[in-house]
Every structure is written in C-alpha cells, then in structure tokens.
C-alpha cells in the first residue's frame, strides 16, 4: 500500500510524543516538479522549457499509458479527453464485442469488483493474508519439531511475519487512540470558541483549561499555519482519524477478507477473467493524482498541466484501501500490454508477496512487447537494497533465487522542490542498486475527484513525472523502443554536485545522490528530449 503522502496529522502525532518538530517556511511555487532549475529556482523536470525550447512545431503521435492504481475519476475536467477508449466496445450492450474475455471495458478494468458492480474499497495488508494463511500450519511447531530445510526457512519466515504484524496492529491501535484523544481536544476548544471555523487570532484568544489543552491549542496554531487554515488542518486531522481505523479494522484486522467480493477462484493465479469495468470505484483520489501528473490537459486553460501532451491514460483499478494483490497486479499487466500499452505506471508497493511469480510472469511479458514499467519506490524512508519493496524488476524462483531482472523497468525515489541538502524527500526508499531515477514527489499539485486539484507527495507522485517524461519521449520520438527510452532517461539525469540528507540505520547522514540511486541523478525532460533528437538522427 503506497501511501500518497506524509500528512499533517502523522506530523501532528510525531510531535505530541516530542520527537521532532515541524514548520515550513514557504511554499512551493505552482507546477514546480515542470520547471526548471536555472530559469525558475527550482529543481523540477524542465518539461516546460523542453515544450517552449524544443517541441514547437513537431509531430507527435498519442501514447497509451496504464494507469495501475485504485481507479481514476474519467469524468475529470482535466482529464475526460485524454482517457483511452477501447473502439472495439459498443458501450451499455452487455456485450464482449471485441472478444477480448472483458464485457464492455471501455476505458480498461476492474480487477477487484464483481459483475453486479460491487467493488472491494478495502484489504488486509499483505503480511496479515499471509499470516493467516500459514497459522494453521506452524501455529503448533515447537523448537523440537522435525522439518526439512525448506519448512524450516518457511517456519523462520512465518515467525518474522508474525512478529512484524503484531508490532504493526500494537502501533496501529495505540496511534488510533491518541488520534482520537488528540480530535477530541481540538473539538473541545472549537466548541468553548463557539465558531465553526475559528481563525488563529480566535485561538490565540483562547485560554486554555489544563495543560493537556495548552498543548493541543500549540499544535492547532502549527496546524494552521503548515496548512493555511483550520478547515484545512482539520479535514487532515479527519482523515488521520479515518487512516488509522481503516489500519485497526481492515488493513491490520486478522478476522476481515474482502476477497469474496470478487468471487474469483483465489488460488487460481492464472485465472484472468473476473472483475468489472467500473474504473473509478470508491475511492480514486490516488489514482486520478496520478493521471493528472502524467496527462491533464494542457490545452484546455483549466487546473493543470500534465508531463505529456500526447499520454492517453488507460486506467486499471487493483488497488484498494489496503495491500494489491499479486494476481490482480499480473492481470493488470496482461491487460495492458494486450490492448497497446507502450508504458505503464504502477505507484503502488508492500513489504510482503505472495505469489511473485505470476507477477513476474505479467513483468517478462511487458518486456517482450517493448513496454516499459514505471514503479514507485516506496515511502517508508528505507534502503530498498536490503528491505525490498514489491512489485521489483528482480525475477525470482518458488525458492526466492534471483533469475535475472526485468531490464526495462524505472524504480523511482522521490525530490522536493527545495535545491539545497534536503532535496531527497525524508519519507523516500533509496537504493544504490535498486532505485534508479529520483524524481519531483512533495508537494505535487494535481486532480482529484470531482474536477477538483489538491496537493499530494509521495514516491506515487514522483513516478508518474517518469511515466509522463517517458510518455512525451515515446510520443514525439515513436521509433525508439522501450530500453532506448529507459537509456535516454538515464543519461539525461541532473546530478546535484552537493551530498544530500537520509536516515539509514536510524543515524542521518550526508551522501552524494549516486550512494543511494544508479543513476545519481533527477530525470530532466528538456536533457532528455535533445538526447533523443540526437539518438533519432543518428539511427
């Protein structure tokens, strides 16, 4: 589960616990992960200087772009012309007119909702599936009991599960309540005030009860000022509260299975055919976010401006609020490659799989049919080199050895729009051999359901910047193929010449970009663009 962002109210609860404080002294300027560091201060993409510099008067061809997430609201402002339609479906007649196994799937594809249009909005986490899988089979195995080494390293395997899932449900609930204690004051305070949305003068105002209360009114005055209002500190704080009982009673919750919703054959991996074509479901914000960054419209004078001109969004709902699932994410795979695919972006992860296999198998198909796959590094602040983020372009066996890598893949870190040592996100997973690109990722303002736009960050936002740099690169240059895509990207990067901050091991450290990415570099569309231009004339 990809989580889109680090949100006021986690900051919030870190800093009633005195760990760390929080303050932002300015905000990022509009479409910033688009602009360019010389001309405008900032370290985006360049897409606009590559547009007005470079792309005047050229021919483009569109480019169909999978949208792997948790569905996209098609009827956006910014989005409805460029969503991918599927000519070969007569919509409404119930009918497979193009014989491809999905009844009227006009746009792409549900893969975790049902024929009676029912959908499933939330999941377990991956480790609690698979923990409740294996209980029954080790829950009774004592130090003394005979295995082989295979049961044996499967046993080990179960017992970190258990102890990870049990850390995460503790947290969980002790976070839920302090959340809920800490709304309660801030509702308590609103309610002596008087007024449904007090300013910082009337808080300022306010004298407060207890200690407890002093507290609580010194963070609402931060609130308000990180997010420039109390409706909008508020709204955060609501949706805190909503994050963590969706942890306590779905995500972390051993005794809840949504998975009957979809009524497939679950351990059938190999089954393709079930779902529906509702392709928003019940909660799109995320995957709308993501498509606005890679395609909104840039010519309509409305919200914004995605990366790509020419990228038409084929969207592909697997993620629901809690951990994909690997068969889905396969069938996904499948999906879009079958119906012309050239890139596909998937801002989704977890620390755990299950059937790596058929993802795999989903993987190496994409790279026969010259597509290439954007992938979100995670945002849990983590070398991706030793705790590994899942999808990964590493092909495994059922015993978990590496058979080679999926070469045209992009494991994308996440920037921020301050030029200076803290320019890696703190919340980004690094990697020296297994993140490849950073990209633009805090503070991305984008669409979201209901012809609205908000701001979000998260490695879900920095790999759709890649998906759409790739996407305008396969556009305008149509003849290069996927690996000679990924090669340009990575030869066009921007290396800062200064080290930047992380965490690892728990010790903040100073380290030049190429200690923790392949490249050492952000990806930069107008580098990339003359590079292509120059590779197109010379082949």
């Known amino acids: 589960m990809s989580i889109a962002r680090t949100p006021f109210f986690l900051l919030v609860f870190i800093t009633l616990f005195s760990f760390n404080t929080y303050a932002q002294t300015k905000k990022a300027k509009d479409n910033w992960h688009n602009l360019d560091l010389q001309m405008d201060g900032v370290p ?9 510099e470079l792309l005047k008067g050229k021919e483009a061809r569109p480019v169909k772009v999978a949208v792997i997430d948790g569905g996209v609201d098609i009827e956006h402002e910014d989005l409805k ?19 491809n196994g999905y009844i009227d799937d006009l746009h792409g594809w549900n893969f975790i909702g049902n024929s009676e249009g029912e959908n499933v909005h939330y999941d377990n986490l991956e480790v609690v599936r698979l923990v409740r899988d294996l209980h029954p089979k080790y829950v009774s195995v004592l130090p003394t009991t005979p295995l082989s080494e295979e049961e044996r390293r499967k046993f ?9 899932y049990m850390s995460k449900l503790q947290i969980a609930q002790i976070t839920e309540r302090v959340i809920k204690a800490f709304k309660q004051q801030v509702d308590s305070i609103v309610s002596d005030i008087g007024k449904d949305n007090p300013t910082i003068a009337d808080f300022k105002r306010y004298e407060p009860k207890n200690k407890m209360a002093r507290k609580t009114l010194s963070m609402i005055e931060k609130g308000i000022h990180e997010e420039g209002s109390y409706e909008k500190f508020y709204d955060d704080l609501v949706e805190g509260v909503k994050h963590y009982e969706a942890e306590v009673n779905y995500h972390l919750n051993m005794d809840y299975n949504s998975r009957h919703i979809v009524g497939d054959n679950y351990n059938d991996s190999k089954e393709r055919y079930y779902g529906n074509n509702d392709v928003k479901g019940p909660d799109a914000l995320h995957g709308t976010h993501v498509a606005g960054i890679i395609a909104a419209d840039r010519s309509n004078q409305k919200g914004i401006k995605g990366v790509a001109d020419q990228a038409v969004i084929m969207v592909l709902r697997v993620v629901p609020n809690g951990d994909e699932r690997d068969k889905d994410v396969a069938n996904a795979i499948f999906y879009a490659v079958d119906n012309g695919a050239k890139i596909i972006n998937m801002s989704f992860g977890k620390a755990y799989v299950k059937d790596k296999q058929i993802v795999d198998s989903a993987v190496g198909y994409a790279m026969k049919h010259d597509v290439l796959i954007i992938h979100a590094a995670g945002n849990e602040g983590q070398d991706n080199d030793s705790e590994p983020n899942y999808p990964n372009k590493n092909y495994v066996d059922s015993l978990g050895i590496n058979k080679g890598v999926a070469e045209n893949w992009i494991e994308v870190g996440a920037t921020g729009w301050k030029y200076d040592e803290t320019l890696v996100a703190d919340f980004s997973n690094y990697g020296k051999r297994t993140v490849d690109v950073f990209a633009p990722g805090v503070d991305i303002y984008s669409t979201v359901p209901g012809s609205k736009y908000k701001e979000e960050q998260g490695t879900s936002m920095a790999a759709p910047v890649v998906s759409g740099l790739a996407a305008l690169i396969r556009s305008y240059y149509p ?18 010449t200064y080290r930047v901050k992380i965490t690892q091991d728990k010790t903040k450290k100073k380290v030049w970009l190429s200690d923790i990415s392949v ?3 952000i990806v930069n569309a107008y580098n990339a663009l003359k590079l292509a231009n120059d590779f197109a004339e010379k082949h």
């Open 81 to 99: 012309e460029k969503i991918w339609l599927n000519k070969g479906e007569v919509e409404g007649d119930s009918i497979d007119n193009d014989s």
């Open 156 to 164: 080990l395997a179960y017992q970190k599960m258990t102890t990870d």
């Open 519 to 521: 490249t050492g570099g």
């Open 479 to 496: 003849d290069l193929t996927a690996s000679e895509v990924k090669k340009i990207i990575f030869d066009s990067v921007v290396k800062p």
């Open 44 to 52: 985006g993409i360049s897409t606009e200087r590559a547009y007005n």
